[in-house]
């Protein structure tokens, strides 16, 4: 008989920052200080979300503008939900975590007289957008951050590593578990703090705009950890993804439309106008299901920007224009063929406004944290900036906190609570996003969720590892936190409820187990049985 083998055990780090988006790296490089240990499971400048944004940073540094009128709009479209103290935050340091990107070399694009070029987006009163190469920001924010972190003596770089889950020791995070490159073998990291910074959810669905590692990693870890989950049911659909098969979809920014790309059907039927009085610049929600509905009753959508940029499309949006070349489609003279597809998560693991969890030692930012800035719907443009100004907050807040010293000895010989299982199965993903897709998508119902939440309940009890497994696991949280909102607030749509319920105006922040529970509702409780 073989002796057991225990998993080996990393030299300690002070802190781990686990994603290496611009939550990720922002963290990391405020934790000056600290000896971080920042973990990706793919690569420095090219793993997860942050490096597809397209649309910008909405920031207020116009002549015009103000941090108060960025909070006016960013909590006028977030359903009546949103934390004011943390949109307050967001859009009043917002400018000095910019300043700072421009000292670090970041390149944003510059008008005729030399100056930041600011473009205007749906639901935005002012042009306060910054861009980067015209459509992409993301990639030259994270060009910038990682530039930063890789000249920090006291960041060290693990990639390509899977982080699989928490380490606790008598309610307290103290490190991770991480699947080594190559081997798989599981190595515990010991730390006095962790940080989830991992990214969305957006591979839950068929259809979406997010990258391949957007699994719900960080909010899967800290469900089964026990910390606080918030407003999980509020998920964005982003109105225009590049109708053309890929995944993910091809994203055509939300700026499209602010620089007069319009909606039409397969007649040249331009319909927003009557769905809404601001048009194309509606909400990201209202102009989602309006294209939805479009193309459930059997005609096909298009985003024609022939008039508004004709010649100019390849310099203004030289990404978009990429994308659709490579499938066929010439922006210059014909429209876009476009769906709605999943793009933002809301909501996360419940943090304070220093990023603080409800579980000693761990932190999170950026799309993995829920700090309430967003509420049911976010302001296009936000996303950057929370994780710029978010992850920035959380790095300071590490290096302020009293924390324990990371030893091996607290944690060797530890296991992580993940089920053996059986292997990842493309199948079983499939169908989890069809699922998803189908019954807690842009328009939902009691019976769809129900539905939903058993068959994943039936495949978590298979007992799948790593990404299957947190796919699974969150799509279940989702289902069951949609079910019990019984009304419609912005980004979540129910048919059967179809008007906001005065009595549904607040967050819903509980742990997993509080979620399965499922309350009193009869059938709240035969989803989560």
């Not at 009163?125 to 920001?137: K, N, P, Y």
């Not at 119902?445 to 299957?468: C, H, M």
Request: hydrophobic share 40%; glycine share 12%.
């Amino acid at each position: 008989m073989s002796a057991l083998r225990l998993p080996a055990v990393a030299p300690p780090a002070d802190v781990i920052v686990v994603g290496t988006g611009v939550a990720g790296l922002s963290a990391a490089l405020a934790a000056r200080g600290r000896r971080v240990r920042l973990v990706t499971k793919g690569r420095l400048t090219t793993s997860g979300s942050s490096p597809w944004a397209q649309g910008g940073v909405a920031v207020a540094l116009g002549e015009d503008d103000a941090p108060e009128l960025h909070a006016e709009d960013t909590l006028r479209v977030a359903g009546g939900v949103a934390d004011a103290g943390a949109v307050r935050i967001l859009t009043e340091e917002g400018p000095e975590r910019i300043a700072e990107l421009l000292r670090a070399g970041a390149r944003f694009d510059r008008d005729g007289r030399g100056l930041l070029d600011r473009g205007r987006e749906a639901a935005h009163s002012r042009r306060r957008i910054l861009h980067a190469g015209g459509d992409a920001t993301g990639r030259e924010l994270v060009r910038a951050l990682a530039a930063a972190v890789e000249l920090a003596p006291w960041i060290e770089i693990l990639e390509e590593s899977f982080v699989e889950d928490l380490l606790l020791d008598d309610g307290r995070v103290v490190g991770v578990v991480v699947a080594a490159p190559g081997t798989g073998d599981r190595v515990l990291h010991p730390a006095g703090a962790v940080v989830l910074a991992t990214g969305g959810i957006g591979q839950l669905y068929r259809h979406t705009t997010n990258p391949l590692e957007c699994t719900g990693d960080g909010l899967a870890m800290a469900a089964r950890a026990g910390a606080r989950l918030a407003d999980l049911e509020f998920v964005q659909f982003h109105p225009t993804a590049l109708s053309c098969g890929r995944d993910p979809l091809p994203l055509l920014t939300e700026a499209l439309r602010g620089e007069g790309a319009v909606l039409v059907d397969e007649t040249g039927y331009r319909f927003m106008p009557e769905v809404d009085s601001r048009a194309e610049l509606a909400p990201r929600d209202v102009v989602a299901r309006a294209i939805w509905r479009r193309r459930e009753s059997g005609h096909e959508v298009f985003l024609d920007a022939a008039g508004s940029l004709g010649l100019r499309f390849p310099s203004r949006f030289p990404t978009v224009f990429e994308e659709c070349r490579r499938h066929g489609v010439d922006p210059r003279r014909e429209p876009m063929p476009v769906t709605p597809a999943v793009h933002y998560h809301m909501g996360g693991v419940a943090t304070d406004l220093e990023g603080r969890t409800s579980l000693p030692g761990l932190w999170a930012a950026g799309e993995t944290a829920c700090t309430g800035v967003h509420g049911a719907n976010r302001l296009a443009s936000n996303s950057l900036l929370e994780g710029l100004v978010f992850g920035h907050r959380v790095g300071r807040d590490v290096v302020a906190a009293n924390l324990p010293a990371p030893s091996s000895r607290r944690v060797h010989g530890a296991s992580p609570a993940g089920a053996e299982g059986v292997s990842q199965e493309a199948a079983v993903r499939r169908e989890v996003r069809d699922l998803l897709w189908r019954k807690a998508g842009l328009v939902r119902s009691a019976e769809g969720l129900a539905e939903a939440a058993e068959r994943l309940q039936r495949l978590e009890e298979v007992g799948y590892r790593g990404e299957l497994r947190n796919l699974v696991e969150v799509g279940r949280l989702v289902s069951v936190a949609a079910l019990a909102r019984e009304e419609s607030r912005g980004a979540h749509y129910r048919a059967d409820f179809p008007d906001p319920d005065p009595s549904w105006r607040r967050r819903q922040a509980r742990t997993a187990a509080e979620i399965l529970r499922g309350g009193d509702r009869p059938a709240l409780r035969e989803a989560a049985r």
